[in-house]
């Protein structure tokens, strides 16, 4: 078969997803763009009852481990399965479905569906724009103790930036969005996951708020804060 589509349902996709092939989901007309990356295109569709996110994958050029290994949508699910086993303090996003299509083993493209997070907006606009919300000191105390778990669990979890996770401020929940990587690896996770997470803290945090998030990371670091800080600096808007 030259030509070949797959979709994995997690659980019975509810309508009018259910109603559509791959072919259906790809073209799907009417959603709100929300996000346009350099391989990929996130978009908002708001059904009666329903609030979904739908990932979009275009590759223009052959990925050629993707011809044997599993799938970036697949793997984007297995690791978000992984985060919300390790017990970091942090939920995860609900996938409703993933799919790929593929020609000679060469991945087409691919899409991710999720629901949407009920009450959940970005941590990084929540922290961005509500200084004074009543709710932020439980948002931050929440979102500092998700990153002393991350780093004596090891988990090297690429793209630990404050974008990639939703807060619900009224339970001061956190949703990790996006994870493509996340293998227990800490000479990764200190070269790349520990100070990208430090990198937004510098970056949306108070004075306040850094000192604290500082003297509790610093207390389960395996090494000096200070090399952490010179990390992220990388990270940091130049």
């Not at 479905?97 to 606009?125: M, N, Q, T």
């Not at 724009?129 to 439980?138: F, I, K, L, Q, V």
């Not at 004075?207 to 389960?220: D, T």
């Amino acid at each position: 078969m030259l030509t070949g589509s797959k979709i994995t349902t997690i659980r019975p996709l509810p309508p009018p997803w259910a109603e559509l092939d791959y072919e259906a989901i790809m073209a799907r007309p009417g959603g709100c763009l929300v996000n346009d990356g350099r391989s990929s295109r996130v978009h908002r569709f708001d059904d009666p009852g329903l609030t979904t996110f739908l990932k979009r994958y275009r590759f223009r050029k052959i990925h050629w481990r993707h011809c044997w290994e599993k799938s970036q949508v697949a793997r984007e699910y297995e690791n978000l399965v992984r985060i919300r086993q390790a017990e970091l303090g942090c939920r995860t996003i609900e996938i409703l479905a993933f799919g790929e299509r593929r020609r000679l083993r060469v991945l087409l493209d691919a899409f991710l569906l999720s629901r949407a997070v009920p009450g959940g907006v970005r941590l990084s606009l929540f922290l961005a724009t509500r200084p004074s919300d009543p709710r932020r000191p439980a948002v931050v105390k929440k979102l500092i103790d998700f990153g002393t778990r991350v780093i004596t669990s090891q988990l090297a979890i690429t793209d630990l930036f404050f974008r990639n996770l939703v807060v619900v401020p009224e339970a001061a929940e956190l949703y990790l969005l996006d994870v493509q990587r996340c293998p227990r690896n800490r000479r990764r996770a200190a070269r790349k996951t520990w100070p990208q997470f430090w990198a937004d803290c510098e970056l949306f945090l108070t004075p306040a708020e850094k000192e604290y998030a500082a003297a509790r990371l610093a207390a389960c670091l395996p090494e000096p804060f200070s090399a952490l800080a010179a990390r992220a600096a990388s990270f940091l808007p130049k």
